[in-house]
């Protein structure tokens, strides 16, 4: 069963997304590269356990890079749930006819 990326948080959907864009990524890539675009610091405490929330539901997989360093990947189910996001985006977004 895919799970709805409408039952994450933003948060949560700003990772998969990361996560999406990387090959394998650290959480400290992650957090890197949400704190360049948010332009705010990503604590240990708010990344992490939003991370394993993701795992847990079979969206990400977490692996081992080495004893101090794990990677995350989208899972196929985590790729699909993007999509489908991306799809209920493109069918709502109708870009106005008249420039501001």
């Known amino acids: ?3 709805s ?3 994450l948080t933003g948060f ?3 990772l998969l997304y990361v996560i999406a864009g990387f090959d394998h990524p650290s959480g ?3 957090a890197n590269e949400l704190e360049a675009t948010l332009d705010t610091e990503i604590t ?3 990344l992490y356990p939003n991370l394993d929330t993701l795992v847990e539901k ?3 997989e977490k692996g081992q890079i080495s004893r101090r360093t794990n990677y995350y990947a989208l899972t ?3 790729a699909a ?3 489908a996001r991306r799809a209920w985006e493109d069918d709502l977004y109708v870009p106005s006819s008249k420039a501001p």
């Open 28 to 30: 400290q890539r992650i």
């Open 1 to 3: 069963m895919v799970v």
């Open 58 to 60: 079979g969206l990400v």
């Open 5 to 7: 990326v409408h039952e």
């Open 12 to 14: 949560q959907r700003d």
């Open 76 to 78: 196929d189910d985590g």
């Open 44 to 46: 240990h405490g708010r």
């Open 81 to 83: 749930s993007l999509r």
